[in-house]
Every structure is written in structure tokens, then in C-alpha cells.
């Protein structure tokens, strides 16, 4: 990529903790310098934790104008 703020990327991990119980992340990276731009952490891997972390990118980032959107 050529400029910041022009594509974005997430995913979803999870760890296991000591007592057994799995900690759901969700990171969104940009492209153009792989930095990471948000990461949160749930007790869920559902829609809730993306949306959180969007918004938490997009805050971030003062809402980017023209960020692609691929699915």
C-alpha cells in the first residue's frame, strides 16, 4: 500500500487461560506499515468484539475518508 489509512486488515486469536477458559482478541492492522491500529479484548468471539474494535480503529484514526472495504 501506498499511504496510510487505506486498507485495513483484522483477525481473531484466542489464548487459553490458566483455568482453562479461552480470552478472544481482535486486531486491526494497516496495511501500509502493518502497525497495529486497535486490539481489544473479550470473553467472546462474536460480532460485538469486531464492531468494538472498528470503532476503536476508526476513533483512533479520526475516521479515514476513503478506507477500502473488501469482503
Not at 482453562?20 to 496495511?31: A, E, K, P, S, V
Not at 470473553?43 to 469482503?71: G, H, Q, V
Request: glycine share 2%; aromatic share 12%.
Amino acid at each position: 500500500m501506498s499511504k496510510k489509512n487505506k486498507v485495513w486488515c483484522t483477525d481473531f486469536t484466542y489464548m487459553r487461560q490458566a483455568n482453562g477458559r479461552f480470552r478472544y482478541n481482535c486486531t486491526i492492522i494497516d496495511l501500509y506499515d502493518r502497525s497495529a491500529i486497535a486490539s481489544v479484548n473479550a470473553d467472546y468471539m462474536n460480532t460485538e468484539l469486531a464492531i468494538k474494535t472498528l470503532n476503536e480503529a476508526l476513533i483512533k484514526e479520526k475516521k479515514p475518508k476513503k478506507l477500502n472495504s473488501t469482503f
